[in-house]
């Protein structure tokens, strides 16, 4: 039988006439879905529109209150930048790991590997908590600080911006290696080894050829990182204490101390809203990249 | 050769070197400070620490005085075994019908299904309280295992597509044409062959339930504890030197199943892949 026949075949309903359809594959977990994923965040949009705790009428005055209050304004904003700080971080030492990722032999990636995953896998309060035994006056970075005579008394790294982007770079690091590792690994070694015959510098070769080629993964774990330090209100509460106000802290203030149900939906919303344009931003730029590369 | 150890050359074997190394040091040594922490003699969280014992062991494994603590791992346990069931089953099935479809519908629900990943998961857990409150459900592990499968399924999907994405059509084709059903293939010749990426996807999908904050964070309730919730309260109101305990046990069960997963399925290729 030529492979076009046994293709039809395969998908001819007559000879297997136990195969589901796709749709039918699909259904369970598409009415989940519905249920438990569309549902809740259909009924999120809803009572952000009510006007009173209560939520018995309509409205948009808690979207007026949050969008008309500078305070909010200025916790939209740092928890943006918050994110985009950490994308930075994650960057400048991630990337320069996944270079020598590619750089090992098949051992030593499997080493690698294996210390990118296991803080991934030690839970987010663990390494929340590794970061106060690290970063508290009697922590180890004060302890190396004293010790050396830098500063004369301990440095207060708690509850600053610091001490956090520093605690959720190891925090989000693996989000942002995974898909790097991924897509540098599926790199052509012989690219490289070209560039380097054809005279370019390391420098050269890493600008021009890696690079531009590892974009899609890079942008994959930008987002990733982004989305997830945004969102991190363990980190975020423990680390920032309450002297650093972000979005998350605020949604959970609001829904389950003031029990203000509205209000906290806008932040919830707001939220998603700045999570989504600071993904659409990071696409964007990681597009305009890739077409500059085919230029 | 001189190429080879050009002023440039070696600016940059010098700097990426300093920045990876900076890298390893911030990933593995967070796990060590904290392994270490856990042994201290001393009631405060001073590093490194003065003396070294095992009390703060001893105080978490006393069934008595860390009651609440062995509850709420329990319960993580319990909803994390049955929402990884869950997810495993329904993700899977999708996975199956997903993985080799370019049909517009079906790109459409695949992002639907991975879009757990990057929403936040504070917003959804709100959302997931209202919801169940509004339909008069009260706060159960029910619900919490529920939240918790909706959050990991993207993680079995990942992996199981992948797996999926590398089985070669011919053997289907050849079972089928010699005769196999539909079922009988799927029994004999994908699933044993997607396994290992079905299974690694369900690990990383039990861990990310137990590790899971922002929807145990608003679904759990006085009779329906979970551990990082209850870690995380423990932390906030007086630093509660078992925390490190925890940690410690945590660091270690980690390390010895991810061993065993690189043994069983290949975890690491899993995950790069």
Request: net charge positive; aromatic share 10%; proline share 5%.
């Amino acid at each position: 039988m030529t492979p076009a026949a046994a293709r039809a075949g395969c998908s001819g309903g007559t000879r297997l006439p136990l195969r589901p359809a796709e749709w039918q594959l699909v259904l369970p977990l598409a009415l989940a879905f519905v249920a438990f994923f569309a549902g809740p965040l259909l009924i999120l949009a809803v009572v952000s529109a009510f006007d009173n705790e209560q939520i018995t009428t309509v409205g948009f005055a808690m979207w007026t209150k949050f969008l008309g209050d500078p305070f909010y304004w200025k916790v939209i904003g740092d928890t943006v930048k918050l994110g985009f700080l950490t994308v930075g971080a994650t960057l400048l030492v991630g990337y320069p790991l996944a270079l020598v990722y590619i750089a090992s032999g098949p051992w030593m990636q499997r080493v690698l590997i294996f210390v990118v995953i296991l803080p991934l896998l030690t839970s987010v309060v663990v390494r929340t908590f590794a970061w106060i035994v690290i970063l508290g006056r009697e922590g180890v970075i004060n302890h190396v600080v004293l010790w050396l005579g830098f500063a004369p008394a301990p440095l207060r790294l708690l509850q600053t911006e610091l001490g956090l982007v520093i605690a959720l770079t190891q925090i989000e690091m693996p989000l942002m290696l995974l898909p790097l590792l991924s897509v540098l690994g599926r790199i052509d070694p012989n690219l490289r080894d070209a560039s380097a015959a054809l005279g370019a510098s390391k420098w050269r070769t890493l600008f021009q050829v890696t690079l531009p080629l590892s974009l899609p993964g890079l942008i994959a774990g930008c987002i990733l990182v982004f989305a997830s330090s945004t969102t991190a209100f363990i980190s975020q509460s423990i680390i920032g204490g309450n002297r650093l106000v972000y979005l998350p802290l605020l949604i959970w203030q609001q829904s389950l101390v003031v029990y203000n149900w509205p209000l906290a939906s806008v932040a919830a919303l707001t939220l998603l809203l700045s999570v989504s344009a600071g993904i659409v931003a990071l696409t964007l730029f990681g597009r305009r990249g890739m077409r500059h590369l085919h230029v | 050769m001189s190429r080879r150890h050009s002023p440039s050359d070696m600016s940059y074997t010098l700097v990426i070197g300093v920045l990876a190394s900076l890298a390893l040091v911030i990933l593995v040594g967070p796990v060590l400070v904290v392994l270490l922490t856990s042994f201290t003699d001393n009631r405060s969280l001073k590093f490194p620490p003065t003396g070294l014992s095992l009390q703060w062991y001893a105080e978490l494994f006393d069934a008595t005085r860390s009651r609440q603590i062995h509850r709420a791992a329990l319960n993580s346990l319990e909803v994390a075994a049955w929402s990884t069931g869950l997810a495993t089953l329904f993700g899977t099935m999708a996975a199956l019908a997903l993985a080799r479809s370019e049909a517009r519908w079906a790109r459409m629900l695949d992002t639907l299904f991975m879009s757990p990943m990057i929403l936040p998961g504070l917003a959804f857990g709100l959302a997931a309280l209202m919801y169940f409150t509004f339909l008069g459900f009260r706060p159960s592990l029910n619900l919490i295992m529920v939240g918790h499968a909706i959050v990991i399924v993207p993680l079995v999907l990942r992996t199981t597509s992948a797996s999926l994405s590398q089985l070669d059509a011919a053997l289907l084709e050849s079972s089928a044409s010699l005769g196999a059903s539909w079922f009988y293939t799927l029994r004999r010749v994908t699933l044993p062959i997607i396994a290992p990426g079905i299974f690694a996807g369900a690990f990383l999908a039990f861990m990310a339930s137990i590790d899971n904050v922002p929807v145990s964070l608003f679904l759990s309730g006085p009779r329906s504890d979970m551990l990082p919730i209850r870690l995380w309260g423990m932390m906030e109101s007086t630093l509660d030197v078992r925390v490190a305990a925890v940690s410690g046990v945590f660091i270690t069960t980690v390390i010895c199943l991810m061993l065993l997963m690189e043994r069983v399925v290949g975890l690491t290729k899993r995950i790069r892949d």
